[in-house]
């Protein structure tokens, strides 16, 4: 399977399990699983693929887990717009973490801070170049916010961290906030 081809299945499976799985006739669970024999039917597929996109993805977006029932499940570790309960328990974050977007949106995030948007929760990175890479699919110029996560859970905010390593929180006021790094 050659790159294009890994990142264009990479994106169906992202709007399946994250964003439209009903209009593909998937039920994900609560936790927002859904059985990889239909994940693989919906998208038309074979488990090899669906196998070396999840093995080989640049930033782990998929989990597979057999169940009790011998049943193999897939899910996306972050990035919903569906209703799920990931189920990841509080986590302490570092000192500081990182929000990389498009300079047009600075203005607007000092007056008003970070809001999820369209998913569950703002999403934060561990370190600066990660921060960049996220704003750079804005296309444009690119601003990193740095996050005053230490004073944010003593202030008593609720982070969690997804298993392939991005920082969730629900919203991020502009206190907490600085631009550049
Ligand atoms: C912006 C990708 C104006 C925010 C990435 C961002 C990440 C505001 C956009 C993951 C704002 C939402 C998430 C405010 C927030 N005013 N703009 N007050 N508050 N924004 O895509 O963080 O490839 O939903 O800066 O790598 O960019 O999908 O969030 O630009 O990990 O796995 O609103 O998506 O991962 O955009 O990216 P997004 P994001 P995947």
Known sequence: MDHR???GLS???SRALRHEPARLGLIPDRAGWVPVDDLLAALRVDRADLDTVVAGND???FAVERGPDGID???ANQGHSIP???GLPPAVPPERL???TGADAVDSIRADGLHR???HHVHLSADVETARRVGARRGGAVVVFTVDAAAMAR???VFHRSANGVWLTDAVSPGYLTPGR
Do not use: F, P
């Open 84 to 86: 799920v309960e990931l």
């Open 11 to 13: 994106k169906r499976m």
């Open 73 to 75: 499940r897939i899910r």
């Open 5 to 7: 081809s890994m990142v």
């Open 98 to 100: 990182y929000h990389g």
């Open 117 to 119: 948007g369209g998913r």
């Open 155 to 157: 202030d008593g905010h």
């Open 59 to 61: 930033k782990q977006r």
